[in-house]
């Protein structure tokens, strides 16, 4: 789910749709959690589609660690990437603000972080702009996002949280274990999807015979 003080508007012809501010979302501000209304579509699952949904979904989900893409039943599916941008997700289940997000700012995450298939070239038109989003960015990365990730989740408890409510309660035990040792973080470099190869599961499945 996404922030309630957000609307979609739209950002130009190339672009198509965004998500903005409608007001003032101070750092360590969760902007988006994912909730139990999310979609969840499986690699088998997604292979039964046709191309035409297989292209819809690609566009408007994001792949987590086990592989499966998340599609957001709400207008978070519009979030744009940008490579200055002011929410990333947090390895917690939701993307927080890594600085204040102005009224009227369009909210931008870093799509590094999603387990991409391909590169892709980004026209984001940020000064800092890496002109391509590539699979291993991560990997590239991880250490500086961990970095705004931590400091962004230092002012978790100090702002208005409208979205705290839907974070399970295993999660908060873990930002509890965060708050009394910073070190316990999980580096997002977890968020990678590790994908077996056909010899592992091959050796899985006959391991369970």
């Known amino acids: 789910m996404i922030h309630p003080d957000t609307e979609v508007r739209h950002v130009s012809e190339a672009i198509g749709y965004g998500v903005f501010a409608n007001k003032l979302i101070p750092k360590g501000t969760i902007v988006y959690v994912k909730d139990s209304l999310e979609i969840e579509v499986s690699e088998s699952a997604f292979d039964k589609h046709s191309p035409a949904m297989q292209q ?26 940008n490579c200055n941008r002011n929410t990333i997700s947090t390895g917690y289940g939701f993307e927080i603000a ?10 931008t995450d870093e799509y590094g972080i999603f387990n991409l298939d391909d590169e892709f070239n980004c026209g984001c038109g940020a000064v800092n702009c890496r002109g391509s ?31 705290m409510h839907l974070v399970e309660d295993a999660t908060r035990k873990e930002l509890d274990i965060f708050f009394l040792d910073a070190n316990k973080f999980p580096s997002i470099r977890n968020l990678r999807y590790q994908k077996k190869s056909d010899g592992e599961l091959k050796a899985k499945v006959l391991s369970r015979k």
């Open 56 to 81: 819809v979904i690609d566009k408007f989900s994001y792949v987590d660690e086990r592989g499966i893409r998340i599609l957001s039943w709400d207008f978070a599916k519009y979030v744009n990437h």
């Open 98 to 107: 890594i600085r204040d997000i102005q009224a009227g700012e369009e909210i």
């Open 133 to 163: 989003i590539k699979p291993n960015d991560l990997d590239t990365y991880f250490e500086k996002w961990d970095g705004e990730i931590i400091s962004a989740l230092k002012h978790l408890m100090e702002v208005e949280q409208p979205l």
